[in-house]
């Protein structure tokens, strides 16, 4: 035991923190990566292609099996069709539980097809609207052959121009596949709906905020919840609010975590906003004690979703698990029982001095003790680095991206 | 019958447009003017004073009824408890309906009370909620004698620092004060719950947006619905797609129209962004004319609210009158047919070309024909300006402004 | 003469406007198209291949004599290199001439090449610094074969993380280069030095603002100047002010026009913010009659650089043009004397009157009056889809993008 | 010397970091207290009174010299004239030297006389721009008497609506204006420009943006400098870019300190963004280790100044001073040798680890190791709520605001 641990572990029993239940709040967080993020990314002006690239939904998942063995906490991989589409998916998801991992959210593809350009279940065109619809029933079929029970909604669906679509219209053409979608569900199964500020639509977004969101997973019903991604607000919000309601009405179903300065900036989550990660689950674990919200604030999922334009993938993927388990980390250190004293005394200074306190702690002796405590080495990053799958990876040549 | 206006005619004629549909809509128009915008206001930094403003209600009504027979659109006035506290709501009320006009929304103040520094129903003291609470029950029963229908609420509560309060909690309280609001409130009573991105609370403000708004709304029940202050939004919000999707909910309540560049600015409305105003009022009069949505689209209160810090109160608020009038007279004239075979075709330039093509219309004409019509001067501005009100007012001395 | 054009001509000699005056300025608008704005473009989701595009620059300048035959006035195009590279750029400037166009500011590529991955001319690898000036120096001598005058420079370069880059070292090796292109350049040639907040780095930009490029332009001397892209801004930033400062400071070189209501969202110029666009136009007329600013007011260059996703680009780009014709000749309405009145008298309603009044002007019969006189249909976008150009261009198929 | 300080000394050593130059540069910064920062504050909704305000400059001082003793670091307070007027300043210049601090910046105020209600030095009325100008010059007279050797100008000076002035005259009224006040300046004094993004001008501000700071700081020469408020920004804007920029520049004169999440929030520095502010400082360590830049990091002034609007006021101050000396203190940590080396490898994620990895640190220890050394409290907050000033001051009473 690392004598930095040790002197936390005072601290925390000061506080009347139980060390043992903030080790095995670390232990118990999960993190889904995504395969996307494992390939080449860009942005408009150049996908950089880079040596090493997985070529293939197999190879992906040696990657992702990679970053759960380094990081102890990354048993499962959100796919996107058709970019992991493969021969026989029972296949795939024997061949990831085989490497300790499993297939988690399903992503369709709405934004990539031609007939896509004006729109997919928003479209004028009632084929297409049936040809999008089409793809998510038959994104459901895959989930149950890679027995996954999520599926992951992002329409990149919204207009450009003022006057060129009807947003009623088109806000009842979303429900009326949302519907659809629901009945051909698994009573188990759970609908994810992202939404997202702007971009690729510049005018107007279908699924513009979290209000969109929620109100289409309350027509859904009880299989619809909310996707909060990081990047998908505009710069004035505040998300951890949002989470915390989300989570009172019982309908935040995952994140899509990346960090952002500027627009879907989709960089590594924590890198540019650290404190914002820690009150966002500062906001969870909250919920997590109380008796009234806990079921919903345990069942988060909680999905990485970055665009790793100019990193090395695997590291950069490895950064943002271990950013995310730092930020976690430090929200369970909160003095809980203070900060609800300070906060019904109406003591401004006193309350915010529990919440960035805890923040202020290094984290780092706490999360190594965890890691020795599973079995794994205390620094990820550098076991990786030193592991010799970076060369490994090259045989592979050149790889997959977005398409 | 002035020159450009029969040009006018005939090209509505060619578009399929009633000219008399067009004119009776502009003089159906309403826009109610609050009575704090006859006096002084301005910014954290300062005050101006001037000379000639209201020292009551009394005299605020004046200036109300003189905007109303120049503009002659301007039948109502909002009022601000205690701002506008007198001894007598009835003759009040009585006074203002001599004058040709009447009292309108009603809004209690639940922000400039000492109590109120940490948050009025969302405070973490019992006693303040309930004061909080006391006050909006007191507001309903002034309205009765004002005989005015509307509980306009816009509450300043939010926290300053993260950990500073509950969300979840604040967010409960202020269901419960709702709830006996409405309890409280006659049948055929409207009550409009207003959102707010930011200012005065700094971190984070309860009520922050139109989901929000809507929630609490919904929970409300039927006398419960939205508020759009077009200065409450962050940067990057597309206001006539959320304007829109109120109306598809049959939430639409009410406007404060006002004008922002940056932050809740208060200026004049359409005087930075004069295409956005069209564009909101291009969504009503859509839904005007579709039987699913035009119950909700023609309750839709059209309130200015403002904070005309350097500008000549009476003069601003005819301005703000007059720009109202031709965002709403330029909407009427988009060629809706062409516009919905454009949109279904997916013409995107096309459908632009349509409501463009409306903006670029200049209406000034058509206004003047209205306005003859109507029995009143053509140009509002011009025969206030040589009335002799504003020498006249300066009789009064210094006045109120907000307190 | 038609009718409304009369009636206007008479509302101008009342304001003591001479109407030959504006008709000359508006004949003498030119705006520049971009050769890319023919070809495919898209977002980092998906670029929508549409049939017809050009296959080379030939073709695109094709397009673009197209453009200025219906329009009348955009008599160059520029071009981007490599994108627009050809065996022989003497050939490709006489071809354009042969059409009545010729070649405008040549543009280097500074951002698609693997070795810019981590930034060009600021890279910390001295060999791609190296590389990246040698293209601004071919990119020299390929002007001098088209008989152009002007190098615009956009450099996407940047840093994605805190602590990536030294921004000083950066900024210095920046300089550098620039001193050596400046040294290359023909006296007689100009640099246009264009900033951009964000994208496609996205935690620092080197030029990341006016200030930044006047620092630069100041530092090159004579031929440095500064572009103004309409999409390169934050949010909350006033461009007509950067744009009149920028020509008091002799340094305003050109504009990148397009429109955005998020990022930079490279939409049609004025579709979404056409008041900003006059009120850009408003500060420059201003500038074009003050004795001390004339000079740089009317050596403006206007270019036009857009990324048309889902629209014909043909017709994007006419409608963009025209747009923009419309701005400058509302702008040219505004009654500058009683203007100037009104701001010495300190009367803030009466000058903001002056200005707006302009804007609500209808200048279609102005515009149809003018192109009338210059022997061109007065409607150009629809003489154009009835000349068969979109037909014919389909016998080309599927052309070039960005690549 | 507490265990966990020697833990971090070890690590430090491992880095090749000098303890001792780590202590030294803590002990050495000085952070400046506004005077106004003391008294009441508040929105433009409402100033709540706090009981124990100042209620003049002398008792504002003894709540800086009590903040200054428990901190260590904050030997010098900013004032602004009028509100801190008294009958003999050089009394009041004693009177702080007496208490072991003395008199900082002085402030004109520029915008609460009733002439500046459209604009102070840029006003176009000539008589306010000689009143402005002449207040300047008396405020140099009353830094003399204090012995102060800095001018902090603010100027809100802007416009509300579009044509209501025009950019450029009264840009070049402002330049007249700062050549004056140089001339009138001793050698030996600074100058210090602010810029501000908006308020209290919601159309355009004078002095927007850093770029124009820098061009009148030019203008003026060797006393000019340029002043950053964290808050003074538009949202998507890189401030450490800025800072460092204009160290290379060598006009990099002071900061205001505070934090915003929104507009100009004015909350305590470091309770929003502390990530920022921490890069902030790193910026200025690494400057003040470059011989080119060194001496202008090196003067850089550090203010604080924030609006206190729902905080206890000392504790409020004490609190801003602890923030930052945290994040500079973190700043210092950097491995800069590490980071160097990773950036001229242009490894991304390499460089990154070396100033996050710092940010991670728990400089708690590292601080009260100083603070002992200094002979203060450890922990100046708690020290100071025991101290019993809190309660001394009520009997005061009701004291003095913004005015």
């Known amino acids: 035991m690392n004598k930095e641990y040790m002197i936390l572990e005072e601290k925390l029993a000061a506080k009347g923190i139980d060390a043992g239940w903030v080790k095995d709040s670390i232990k118990n967080l999960s993190v889904e990566t995504p395969s996307w993020g494992y390939g080449d990314a860009g942005t408009r002006f150049k996908v950089f292609k880079q040596i090493g690239m997985p070529r293939n939904l197999y190879e992906k998942l040696d990657d992702a099996a990679i970053v759960n063995k380094f990081t102890g906490i990354c048993p499962s991989v959100a796919v996107h069709i058709p970019w992991d589409k493969v021969d026989d998916y029972e296949d795939a998801g024997k061949y990831a539980r085989d490497k300790g991992i499993r297939i988690g959210a399903v992503n369709p593809n709405l934004f990539q097809a031609d007939e896509y350009m004006l729109g997919s279940v928003c479209n004028a065109d009632p084929a297409v609207r049936k040809m999008a619809t089409d793809h998510m029933l038959e994104c459901v079929d895959i989930a149950r052959k890679f027995k996954s029970k999520e599926i992951s909604l992002w329409f990149a669906d919204g207009t450009n121009y003022p006057g060129q679509g009807s947003f009623r219209n088109r806000k009842n053409w979303m429900i009326e596949s949302l519907l659809k979608l629901d009945k051909f569900m698994d009573d188990d199964m759970r609908m994810f709906i992202e939404y997202k500020a702007f ?13 969109m969101s929620l109100l289409l997973a309350n027509r859904v019903g009880k299989k619809g919840t909310v996707l909060v991604d990081l990047g998908h607000h505009a710069q004035e919000v505040n998300i951890e609010q949002i989470v915390a309601n989300l989570i009172d009405e019982g309908k935040m179903g995952g994140f899509h975590f990346n960090n952002k ?13 650290p404190y914002e990660l820690f009150l966002i689950f500062n906001e969870i674990i909250d919920a997590t004690l109380d008796e009234k919200t806990s079921a919903c604030a345990k069942a988060i999922s909680y999905m990485i979703d970055q665009c790793h334009s100019i990193e090395p993938k695997v590291p950069a993927m490895i950064r943002s698990v271990l950013n995310v388990q730092t930020a976690h980390a430090k929200a369970l250190l909160v003095d809980r029982k203070k900060l609800e004293e300070a906060r019904m005394a109406n003591d401004v200074l006193g309350a915010e001095d529990c919440v960035r306190e805890a923040f202020e702690c290094d984290v780092r002796p706490l999360l190594a003790q965890v890691r020795e405590e599973m079995g794994i080495d205390t620094n990820p990053m550098k076991a990786y680095m030193a592991s010799g799958h970076e060369e490994d990876k090259k045989k592979r040549g050149y790889g997959q991206g977005w398409s």
């Open 261 to 273: 300065k500027y627009a879907d900036d989709d960089l590594i989550v924590g890198s540019i906003k």
């Open 199 to 211: 971009e690729p639509a510049f005018y107007h977004t279908d699924i513009n905020d979290w209000g």
